[in-house]
């Protein structure tokens, strides 16, 4: 519980490692509709990934003051599984998880999703709907006539499909994350894939993509391009049914998830901007957290607002902003943080 001096904003305490849990990962944050907090965690297990991972659930009735100890929500005796978002535009919360067998490092992933018609206290038996069983499902949004879209990624294997010893890392040219999105006009009965965004040369993994609408059927996602030191950008100009040849921004990243939020005409891009990379020291290169903000469509950022210290060790936010104020959820692998801010600090 250090690092809550190092925030800026207030932060309270959402989930702590212990015994039981040793680690958690990537918080999904969402406002229930009677007015609860929920955030799904990805644990279990000594590291990620391990078949014993699985999706752990938590809860606030006080606005992110306190939170309820973690429960188990879904897990499986022979796959590890991984919670990707928490979907609450429609009639009920949707729930997107992957299993994966962990000796394949992510290169196999099934996604399944489940749903809740009390709040998130209790969950349907998962199932895989039509057109997203193969891909990593990411934060959806809801477009102007409706549809529904969420950002995707699923690994390649381009060599070695035996996967033996020797190709053990995900981090090769032989398997390659790319990215595109899975749409729905039917409110998730049926879901139909678009786009096929990689580099031609499969140098570079594409990966844990975010979507924001600009203007009129102009959407941009931003990817996680592992290595290269920042974020790579696809433009669709019909509402997501093509898109542009991936492209590098200059916006720093040390190969970590991040996220997009649009108020207004401004977008703000919550990522740590740091480049500097040391693959022996672990996640020490994750810090620089902060939030920007654009008016002319991420290609320049007239605002950059620190959440908390440059060097605070935080990452992988997800949030939501709701009556002018975004609350956020950061994570260091041990500790999670529940933060809010006012909107207006940021624009």
């Known amino acids: 519980m250090e690092n ?52 752990l659930f938590i809860r606030s009735e006080d606005n992110g003051n306190t939170w ?12 590890a599984v ?16 992957s299993t994966f067998l962990p000796e394949h490092n992510y290169r196999e992933i099934s996604s399944f999703n489940s749903l809740s018609d009390d709040n998130g206290r209790s969950w349907s038996n998962p199932v895989q709907v039509n057109g997203c069983g193969s ?15 969420f950002p995707v990624h699923w690994m390649e294997v381009r060599e070695g499909w035996n996967w033996d010893e020797n190709n053990k890392s995900s981090i090769t040219k032989k398997w390659m994350y790319c990215s595109g999105v899975i749409r729905t006009n039917n409110k998730g009965k049926e879901f139909q894939k678009y786009g096929y965004i990689h580099l031609p040369d499969y140098r ?5 993509p975010a979507c924001v609408a600009l203007t009129g059927q102009h959407l941009v996602m931003l990817m996680r391009a592992e290595g290269t030191g920042w974020l790579y950008r696809s433009d669709s100009y ?34 740590n901007f740091n480049n500097l990379h040391d693959s022996n020291k672990g996640f020490v290169n994750r810090n620089h957290m902060e939030i920007w903000a654009s008016k002319d469509n991420l290609l320049s950022f007239y605002k950059k607002t620190a959440i908390c210290q440059r060097e605070a060790c935080i990452f992988y936010p997800h949030g939501f902003i709701e009556n002018d104020i975004l609350y956020l959820a950061v994570e260091n ?7 809010t801010i006012p909107v207006d600090d940021l624009i």
């Open 4 to 55: 809550i001096n190092e925030f800026n904003y207030p932060a309270k305490l959402m989930f702590q490692a212990d015994d039981q849990w040793c680690y958690g990962r990537e918080p999904l944050l969402r406002r229930m509709k009677d007015g609860s907090l929920v955030a799904s965690i990805y644990s279990g297990g000594p590291y990620e990934p391990h078949i014993d991972n699985k999706v």
């Open 68 to 79: 309820s100890k973690p429960i188990v929500l879904f897990s499986h005796p022979r796959r």
């Open 82 to 97: 991984m919670p990707t978002e928490i979907f609450t535009y429609g009639e009920n919360p949707i729930l997107f998880f």
């Open 135 to 149: 891909y990593a499902v990411r934060e959806g949004m809801v477009l102007e006539d409706g549809t529904w879209l």
């Open 204 to 208: 570079y993994h594409l990966w844990e």
């Open 238 to 271: 019909d509402a997501g049914l093509s898109w542009t040849a991936p492209e590098q921004t200059e916006i720093p990243n040390p190969a970590s998830k991040f996220c997009l939020k649009k108020v207004g005409d401004t977008i703000l891009l919550i990522n």
């Open 333 to 339: 692998g041990v500790s999670h943080y529940f933060l």
